[in-house]
């Protein structure tokens, strides 16, 4: 630890350490991973670190970083500055090489080894699998036994993995097995960049560094909860990827309930990584099971048809490319459930997430129960929808109240009306994106903001037997026009409790 | 800021239209408020303000309700923000090969204290030809989270138009414009509309309306009693050809306030007790006049004129001003004030009675 950090502006500033970037050929690296490093460097967030992407593809060293530049140019949320990049170039590199070749480990060694000496770095390393997850395992398998990944702490090795991690609990449980095979926990970072976001983080903050309303967060006060997690997008030429994943797996099993679970869960003991990922853990495992002959009355299954968004026509699912004619693949998925425990007794969460809504936002919205007494009139005080404490995720990252107020006036008129923090109009900057955090926070060796292996298994726990369900009853998903939020049967689904979903 | 951002932020919050992508329009609104939160050179501070989603439909499409409102439509926008702080949306539907362009404006007033602009956001979204179908799913993107919505039709929607359904659906509130109306009997369809969909439903007529209404109402404050009410025999509405539907509605009010269930036609009903009479005359101005026997057959009469009530019995005549002249005002009523929802749809539906 360099003592000069102490107390500085950067004290987060990780020690340098080379990143290799597995599928380094991809749209994720382009797109997402070397911008963020880039800009982690403009903010000086990063010091010296280089770079080495692989993939199977052949790539010359200055290809690789043109398709970086281009990355960076195209996805950066800064403006791109050719000093920095001059600095920042050299220390990228490209090795080729197969998966499951054990000679293309010892020759990335080799590589990574040299461009330590090149670049005097002292040997921490951080692996980041963007690979389809059926690699997952093999390449930990043969980074251990190429002797690339020690569990020592200094220098470090720590292996990112993309979601998903398992398609159900079964595999779930045995890609952990594998993994545990070679690494220790704490080098394992299964990431959800729906964590790296700052209203997540700020959910914490807001819950638990404000005394006002932690003692209203609880079925005492908060009639029921709603999360959304929607986009205006179809499958954009996954289609072949997502007729096999669906949005309860893409979707809810790990962002939605990561979102759930911070919400949820109770005050950690500190704000250290495993004491909050315990807690995280604890309200998944809390989820009230559903019984599988009772799937269709708690969980809609919903496919898009055609129509527009934003303005512009789309096509249905089964006519997007690489989807089957006949597909029950869902493309939107409401649920109902209960966190069994002693603060939520009784609350239903309502969840939905799906594609082709009529715009792209994430929010957690806390209904409040309504006051006691409707002294003013039952009609006005429905008119009000009740008091919502709305946290925004993205886009225009925020936190609303719902309250009612006084129309000015000789009469009592009540109106619904709203008290707002955006992150854009208040600070005047642009949040960093969630890969810079959670890169920046890998490099720390700080897990918590990622996902821990029991974690994800809580998840299928819940989310697989839905899957069976639906799969042994072959319950075809209820067709909803694109650009709708979604059919009938999801508004059906809280109408049946006196309550209707949000418009976020 | 940078000098270009200054110049755009200015701009906009002047009312200036700015041509943006449908699909972009969210983003660049968020991109100009940012600048406005970063603004620090000395400009009037700028904040943005919104209780109601007001979506309004400008028909430019011959032969279909509505059309020919452009103006007033647009003018209504823009005087909205001294009532109402609402995000506008205004739905333009022109004939042509389909396209869909979208403008975004702001429309500022100064705030009380005079320290800052408050401002409204504007969207204006013109479609051609089939394009309307496109719409509905823009619209739902472009509602503030959680703010009620009102649509605003001149004239009575129909509700087998795909785009009027689609946009009757998210509605919280609809406001109609029977006098615009192009129907045959616009009242009754009216009253159809606000029997068969959820939201709650008003009508700008109705609305400017209300201080006729109020004079009314006082003229049976005591001293007067319920005896002089039950000895009401004869009410005349007279109005220009251009408010018959409003005058129709007015007697449908009377109607329903009498609890009278009258038949007839040709401008004249009865139940036999009670005659409401529908008068056409030359002057621009409604006219009411009540025969009340038990006063000694007083003929009350209310007129409303712009800007005033004029209330003659026998012996005095008193005129009474009043402020709300703009259909803007008539709106932010509407939308902020649910006390004559129940008065509204009694008399339409009484009203419609009146063939």
Redesign the interface.
Known sequence: MNPFRADTPSDRTPEPATVVIFGASGDLTQRKLIPAIYNLIVERHLTRVAIVGTSRSEISDDAFRERARNGVEQHSRGTFAEDVWEHFAPGLYYQQGGFDDPEAYQALKARIEEVEKEHNLPGNRLFYLSTPPSVFATIIRRLGEAGLVDPKEEPFARVIVEKPFGKDLASAKQLNAEVHEVLKEDQVFRIDHYLGKETVQNLLVFRFANGIFEPLWNSKYVDHVQITGAE?LGVEGRGGYFEKAGILRDMVQNHLFQVLSLAAMEPPVSFDANAVRSEKTKVLQALRPIDPHRVTERVVRGQYAA???????VPGYREEDGTDPKSRTETFVAMKLFVDNWRWAGVPFYLRSAKRM??K?T?IAIHFKSAPLPLFGR??MA?L?GN?L?V?IQ??EGI?L?LGSK?P?Q?I?I????MEFRY???F?VEAPEAYERLLLDALNGDGTLFTRGDEVEASWRFITPIHEAWETQKVEPELYE????GPDDAHQLLAADGRRW??? | MTRTEDIRLESFSAGEHFAVD??SI??EL?AL??S???STNGQQPVTRAC?WNVVVHVEERDDREGVGSAEAMVEMVNAMPRYLAARALVLKTQSGDAS?D?WISANCILSGDGGKLVCSEEIT?LSKGA?D??????V??L?V????TAVVFDGVPDRDDPMVAALIRIADRIIVNVERSRWDAPLERASGLVDAVPAAAMDLGWLAGRHLRQEVAALFDPPRTEASVRSIDRIVVRAPKSKRWTARLLLGWFASVLGVHVSGGDGAWTDGRVKLIHEERDSEDLEVAISVPWDGCAVTVCAEHTGRVEVTDDVHVVHRPHEDTERAAFLARAL????QDDAFRRALAAAGRLT
Request: overall charge positive; proline content about 11%.
């Open positions: 205006t129509g527009s968004v934003l303005g512009a026509d009529p715009k936002v929010e009609e006005q008119d929808g919502v709305a925004r886009p225009d609303t719902g129309v006036g009469s008129e109106a619904p009306v709203t854009a109009s208040s005047g694109a650009g709708s939020w949000r418009r976020p | 449908p699909d969210e983003r968020a408020w940012r406005a939160g970063k209780l869909l979208a979204l394009a179908r496109r719409l509905p799913s823009l739902r993107a509602l989270p959680a703010m009620p902020t004030s649910r006390g």
